[in-house]
């Protein structure tokens, strides 16, 4: 199911790029409209399987393309159907509800995210992705819509490390390109970890612990959390959150238009109750 979904996702990266293709002259934003224009709401529901909402049938609403690395829950997973679910999708969907808007999601690996918004192969990410300053200037994000942080987890047996004091000389698996990634190339920098290991997936990150090839994995508290949640008795988090991030949906820099809508949406969702609602059931995207 998930080579499906990868399957219907490159597809829809061709028809972007041939169709952006024929558009030269055009800004990249129209082209990328026009692109996902071509699939039908039919088959964006069925294949796509997201949850958006399609209110009108006069083909007035905007569709854009949401990029996310689906294997990151409780804010995203695929589900055993192929579809993408979780905390991000089921906010987004509600913010394209309250905006008039269509979204489809696009599951790639996260490091590729900021390349595929700039290019114009995805309009927005909702990937769990936090607000930094180096990343501020290369896309621009909404106001935050979640706080979460990085911990440490070991294997459950480990009782050597206890906190960042213990990483002296260790070795660390990570996410590529994720916040877990830059805080442990600074505790390298500081001549504290001796070696980083960074994988595509964090449950990748996880089975380097699991066969020893890393000591501790450095990753964002909740999805460790469902991790653990998905699989007990395996890892565990120790020592405090190293720190606090929060996360924000991403536009294209100078996307004023997306962005002015993904913001006003979340302020309806959050007034409505909507948000609260989706906030409670976040322990319960653990479907793997
Ligand atoms: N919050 C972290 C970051 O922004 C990790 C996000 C990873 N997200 C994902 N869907 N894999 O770098």
Same mark, same amino acid.
Not at 66 to 80: H, K, L, N, R, Y
Not at 145 to 165: K, R
């Given at each position: 199911?998930?080579?499906?979904?990868?399957?219907?996702?490159?597809?829809?990266?061709? =028809?972007?790029?041939?169709?952006?293709?024929?558009?030269?002259? #055009?800004?990249?934003?129209?082209?990328?409209?026009? /692109?996902?224009?071509?699939?039908?709401?039919?088959?964006? @529901? /069925?294949?796509? !399987? @997201?949850? /958006?909402? &399609?209110?009108? @049938? $006069?083909?007035?609403?905007?569709?854009?393309?949401? !990029?996310?690395?689906?294997? &990151?829950?409780?804010?995203?997973?695929?589900?055993?159907?192929?579809?993408?679910?979780?905390? $991000?999708?089921?906010?987004?969907?509600?913010?394209?509800?309250? #905006?008039?808007?269509?979204?489809?999601?696009?599951? #790639?690996?996260?490091?590729?995210? +900021?390349?595929?918004?700039?290019?114009?192969?995805?309009?927005?990410?909702?990937? !769990?992705?936090?607000?930094?300053?180096?990343?501020?200037?290369?896309?621009?994000?909404?106001? %935050?819509?979640?706080?979460?942080?990085?911990?440490? /987890?070991?294997?459950?047996?480990?009782?050597?490390?206890?906190?960042?004091?213990?990483?002296?000389?260790?070795?660390?698996?990570?996410?590529?390109?994720?916040?877990? &990634?830059?805080?442990? *190339?600074?505790?390298?920098?500081?001549? +504290?970890?001796?070696?980083?290991?960074?994988?595509?997936?964090?449950?990748?990150?996880? *089975?380097?612990?699991?066969?020893?090839?890393?000591?501790?994995?450095?990753? $964002?508290? %909740?999805?460790?959390?469902?991790?653990?949640?998905? #699989? %007990?008795?395996?890892?565990?988090?120790?020592?405090?959150?190293?720190?606090?991030? $929060?996360?924000? &949906?991403?536009?294209?820099?100078?996307? =004023? *238009?997306?962005?002015?809508?993904?913001?006003?949406?979340?302020?309806?969702?959050?007034?409505?109750?909507?948000?609260?609602?989706?906030?409670?059931?976040? %322990?319960?995207?653990?479907?793997?």
């Amino acid at each position: 199911m998930q080579k499906l979904l990868k399957t219907i996702a490159l597809l829809l990266v061709i =028809t972007t790029v041939v169709f952006a293709a024929g558009c030269a002259g #055009q800004s990249k934003e129209n082209a990328t409209e026009g /692109a996902v224009e071509e699939v039908t709401e039919e088959s964006v @529901s /069925a294949e796509n !399987g @997201s949850d /958006a909402v &399609f209110r009108s @049938s $006069d083909g007035e609403m905007p569709t854009y393309v949401v !990029g996310t690395e689906a294997q &990151f829950p409780p804010f995203e997973i695929v589900d055993s159907k192929g579809k993408v679910i979780g905390f $991000d999708v089921d906010l987004m969907n509600a913010i394209a509800e309250d #905006q008039g808007f269509k979204v489809e999601y696009l599951d #790639q690996d996260f490091a590729g995210l +900021i390349p595929a918004l700039q290019t114009g192969n995805v309009d927005i990410i909702a990937s !769990g992705m936090t607000i930094t300053e180096e990343r501020e200037e290369e896309v621009d994000f909404s106001e %935050p819509y979640i706080n979460a942080g990085l911990a440490l /987890a070991v294997l459950t047996g480990n009782e050597d490390i206890q906190s960042v004091d213990d990483l002296k000389g260790k070795t660390v698996s990570v996410q590529t390109g994720s916040t877990g &990634f830059l805080k442990a *190339e600074e505790l390298q920098k500081a001549g +504290i970890i001796a070696e980083i290991k960074d994988f595509p997936h964090v449950n990748e990150a996880i *089975e380097e612990l699991k066969i020893g090839g890393a000591d501790v994995m450095i990753n $964002d508290l %909740p999805v460790t959390d469902a991790f653990i949640a998905a #699989q %007990p008795g395996v890892i565990k988090i120790v020592g405090e959150p190293l720190n606090s991030e $929060d996360y924000g &949906f991403a536009v294209r820099t100078g996307n =004023t *238009e997306l962005l002015t809508k993904i913001n006003a949406g979340l302020e309806n969702v959050k007034a409505s109750g909507k948000y609260d609602e989706l906030l409670a059931d976040l %322990p319960n995207y653990m479907e793997e």
